[in-house]
Every structure is written in C-alpha cells, then in structure tokens.
C-alpha cells in the first residue's frame, strides 16, 4: 500500500518515517478526502500509538509521517524466533489491546492489525498505521459515483485488512465492520505469538479468507500444551465467527487479562489470591480542623478517604502512596504480593469515580495523609512502619518525611521508621507531566491539546515520549470535566522548582535522613535524571547536601528502567524487602 522512507526532520533534527502512497494507489482516491480521514487519526495521543507528525501531498504523491522508531516490527521478531515466551506475548498483547482500547473509544477502528504494525522498541510494542486503510477506502468512496469508472480496491490490490488477520466479516465484505474486528485480529495476532503461526493459512488470499469464514481454528492449547487455560480460552474467545460471541471491547479483554496475567518472575511471591479490600478512613471534624480554613470545602467534613488494605498479619507497615492522577488502584498487584502489611491511601479528590472532587493544596493532602497514618499505627501497632512513594508521590514522601508537627511528639512511638521514594522529581525539567496539569483549563480543550501536542514534539527519544503518554491518557479520561484537583495538586507539587536556590529535593533528602533510621531514594536510569543526579552528587563531594547521614545506598539508579519499571512488583518489592531488612537490623 506504501512505500516507506528514513528521513530527518530538519526542523526538529530528528528521523522520521514517510510513508508514500503508491502511485497506482494514490491515483484512484481523492487527496483531499484521504487527508481529511486522516487528520481524525493523528488525534490519537496514547503511549502505544505510533502518532502521525504529518500529511500530505506532494507531485501528485499521498504522504503521511511519522517519529522513527529504534527496533523492529513484531513480525521480524516471529520470523526469527517462532513461538514468543508467554510473558512477552502477554505483555505485547496486553499493550496493543490498550491501544485498541483507547482508539476504540475515540471511534476509530484499525481495521488492518498484525505483526507488520506492531513495532518493538524499549521493551514497548507501539501499534502503527491507525486508520490508514479506512482513509484509504473512504477516499477511495469519495472518487466513485453511480456509474463512475475507475479500478476497485480489489483491484488496486488492497482490502480492508490483511487476509491472515482478516475478520470473517470483513472477509464476507461487510462494509459496516465495528471494533470486534480488531478484536478477531488481535486474537490472530495473539495465537500466532504463543503457537508460532496464525490459525489458518492457505496458497491464495482468498483461501485464507473462506478459512476465516468457514474452518474453526484448531485450539491453541493443541498446539502448545503448557499455556494457562485462562489464556488460552481469552485468545480463542477473540476467534468466534460471530462477532457478537467475541469480547464486547478491547476494555472488557484488559480487564480478563489483567486478572489472569501473572508474570513468572512473580509466580514465587505469590502466596495468597486473596484481593485487598476496600476500607475508607473518616475525616473527622477533629482532622479537619488541621486543614487551611481558607480553602477547606465544608462539604469534605464527615467525607471519607477511601483505600486499601491487604490485611496480612505483620509487624511491618507498609503505606503506599501513589503518582499524580493515579489512585489506590496503583498499588493493587503490589499489595497481593508484599509479604507485609500493606495500606495504599487515594489522596482525596483522586477517586476512580467522584460525584465531585475537593481541591487539597499539597500541604493538607499532607495533613490528611498523617492523620491517616498516624490512625492506622494506633489500630495496627507495628513494630517498623516504611512510607513508599511512587512518582510525584514519591515527592510526597520526602516532604511528608521531611516536615515534623508537634502531634509527632507526643505519639508513644515514631510515627515512621524509614522512606521509600521511587522516581521523585530532582528538577523542573522533570516536572514536566506535572508543570502541564497544573496550568491545564479543561474548559478550553485546544488549548489542551496544543499542550499534549507540543509535548510529543518536544521529546527528544521514543523512551521520553512513551513516558510522557503512560501518565496523560490514563489520568485525563478520569479528570474528564473536573480537573481542579489535579491542577492544584500539580502546581504544588512544581512550584518548589521554580524557585532558584538550594535543591529541593536535596533539602528534603537531608531533614527526611536526619529525623528517620533509613531514607532510599530509587531513580530510573535515563538522562533526564542522571544528569541532574549527577550534579548533585558532585556538589555533595564539596559541600554535604545530602547531609551528615548520606549513605551511597540511600540514592540510587535502577540500572536499565525507565520511569514505569519502577513501580513494577519485582523492583519496587526488592527495594522494600531490602529497606525493611535494614530497618530490623539497625
């Protein structure tokens, strides 16, 4: 259908990728409709859609860009290696169905999924070619009237799909295909991954095509005896002829992964398949008297703060607290899994589902965050208590670890033993998801999109635009049309960044050491944040920053991450595991 070039974009000195229609192809369609179809798909912004830079036409030719990418194509991959280990293809499954997902939900259908448009890089899969083919075809519709002439594109040598991965309706050419054909296409792509070929082959495109029509495939677990039979019985679901019989969406095939996926590197610490559960802690007249009069909403007093709780017997205290935007469910798998007792608060105001939402200032979520501590210590009475921050909430921990009130005092124990913070910010240009949200106006949504647009402009790698797009599409479809909270919360969160002087995060490094037994601080291994580290590190050998209590240990790179490892269970587990160790033998 194109032809495909390695390019730079001068402007912005990076590679690209151009994709020119062929000629005999771009010759049958009208341009300008071709291009109007696709402007609707470079909407997407999503950190497994491969985004369009751009379109065009130029001497006759249809073109469309897109940002180079540093790997290979998931079908190069099976033709090297055949059948995929079952980790790696849950993991890339997982990944282009939540592309799906969210392109599903923007109304667009892909219509052409298989290995070819899933690229790998970075250990991502990114889905490429978003709509393509259907801007193809409605261009194509665009140029024929009653009795107009012209090939079909039967006969230009494209349909809509690609046999091997083509839908039974598609193949019986039914022109009002929905999202469940990218559901029976994913299905072959998935089977394929785990069986090493596609579930129907044959010598012509067309006898692939009645075999999808006509031939149930053979099941996969003939074909690899060893797969969990949940997994099996996902993948051969996508397969159903009727599409009625399939999964109802690419969120309802998430879900059913999510609860079946367990990586085999965590198959050790699984000892339980007990759920956490939901529990709410009150705020009471007596906690809410320590929040900001000025801008205490009255309706928050006798409100609830919602978390979870894992429910293990231990003298150990785990209190997890979560990333901007995100929410108690952040921490769900972590919680089945650390052999502790295990608390994971929602800041207030960042519910899942919220029949409306109080914005905190960062100083009372930190208030509100004691208060909850401190009640479960009371309750819980455990001997070591460890605080764990993930992202912007690992800033949250070093301030909250790094700021003493006077209550603390008169607790008959300390109300924390030691500090986890896992890729806290050490800089504003690090702040740059949160420096967004907190100028963000969802009243005027192109200002918002001008925003995320020139976000992934302006990253300088593939491995930074997908950490940009991990936090913005899961956090904007929650704060749909109330977004004060997170404003707020962002804003506090940058401002001490903006603020020339001494670093702020080797201030709190430096009063969080001195007041606890144990402080790890845990970043990952890109430049954004290796340089600053750097620095500071540097300075420290002149003048102590860190403080008279720095331990090399205390501040670390994870060799190998990028900003969402972190919270993966096998990195974030070890480190607490190892904290908690070190606490117990001090």
Not at 26 to 52: N, Y
């Amino acid at each position: 259908m194109a032809s495909v070039y390695l390019a730079e974009d001068l402007r912005h000195r990076r590679r690209v990728a151009v994709k020119v229609l062929h000629p005999e192809l771009a010759e049958g369609i009208s341009g300008e409709r071709f291009l109007r179809e696709i402007e609707i798909t470079a909407q997407l912004l999503h950190p497994h859609v491969l985004s369009l830079i751009d379109s065009g036409r130029a001497e006759g030719l249809l073109y469309y860009v897109m940002p180079f990418v540093d790997g290979e194509t998931l079908r190069r991959r099976l033709d090297r290696e055949g059948e995929l280990p079952v980790d790696d293809g849950v993991r890339i499954l997982r990944e282009v169905a939540d592309a799906l997902a969210y392109a599903h939900g923007s109304g667009i259908v892909h219509r052409d999924v298989k290995p070819e448009n899933v690229l790998l890089t970075a250990n991502h899969a990114l889905v490429a070619d978003f709509g393509i083919a259907k801007a193809v075809a409605t261009a194509r519709r665009g140029t024929s009237g009653i009795g107009a002439a012209g090939p079909t594109l039967t006969s230009l040598g494209l349909a809509l799909g690609t046999p091997t991965y083509m839908a039974p309706e598609q193949a019986a050419g039914d022109p009002n295909v929905d999202q469940r054909a990218d559901i029976y296409a994913l299905g072959v792509l998935a089977y394929e991954m785990l069986a090493g070929a596609p579930p129907f082959s044959g010598s012509t495109p067309q006898h692939v095509m009645a075999a999808h029509l006509t031939q149930a495939p053979e099941p996969l677990a003939r074909r690899r005896p060893s797969l969990p039979p949940a997994l099996e019985q996902l993948v051969m679901r996508c397969l159903e002829k009727h599409p009625a019989d399939r999964w109802r969406s690419a969120e309802e095939l998430l879900r059913r992964l999510d609860a079946i996926s367990v990586p085999v590197s965590e198959a050790a610490r699984v000892v339980r398949a007990k759920e956490p559960v939901e529990r709410t802690f009150h705020l009471t007249a007596e906690v809410c008297r320590k929040l900001d009069r000025a801008t205490l909403d009255p309706r928050m007093i006798g409100d609830v703060q919602h978390y979870l709780d894992n429910e293990v017997e231990s003298p150990v205290l785990v209190c997890f607290v979560h990333g901007t935007g995100y929410d108690q469910g952040q921490f769900d798998r972590i919680l089945q899994l650390v052999p502790y007792r295990g608390l994971a608060p929602t800041l207030y105001g960042f519910d899942p589902k919220a029949a409306r939402r109080s914005a905190l200032s960062l100083d009372d979520h930190l208030v509100v965050l004691r208060e909850f501590l401190r009640d479960a210590v009371r309750r819980l009475r455990p001997e070591t208590v460890l605080l764990v921050g993930f992202s912007s909430g690992g800033d949250v921990v070093l301030r909250f670890a790094a700021s003493a009130v006077a209550d603390d005092a008169a607790e008959a124990r300390p109300l924390l033993d030691g500090v986890l913070a896992l890729g806290a910010n050490l800089s504003l240009e690090t702040c740059f998801v949160t420096r967004l949200f907190a100028r963000m106006d969802r009243d005027d949504s192109r200002l918002v999109l001008d925003d995320l647009r020139s976000l992934g402009a302006g990253a300088a790698t593939l491995d930074e635009w997908l950490l940009v797009h991990e936090y913005l599409v899961a956090t904007l479809r929650k704060f749909q049309n109330d977004v004060a909270p997170l404003r707020r919360f962002s804003a506090d969160i940058v401002r001490p960044f903006t603020v020339t002087g001494e670093s702020p995060f080797a201030a709190w490094y430096r009063s969080a050491s001195a007041r606890l037994r144990r402080v790890r601080c845990v970043f990952e291994d890109t430049e954004m944040l290796n340089r600053p580290l750097r620095e500071l590190r540097l300075r420290n050998l002149d003048e102590p920053v860190f403080g008279q209590r720095y331990r090399e240990d205390s501040i670390v790179t994870e060799p190998g991450t990028d900003h969402f490892d972190l919270v993966h269970p096998d990195v974030m587990l070890r480190h607490v595991d190892e904290l908690v160790r070190a606490l117990r033998a001090d």
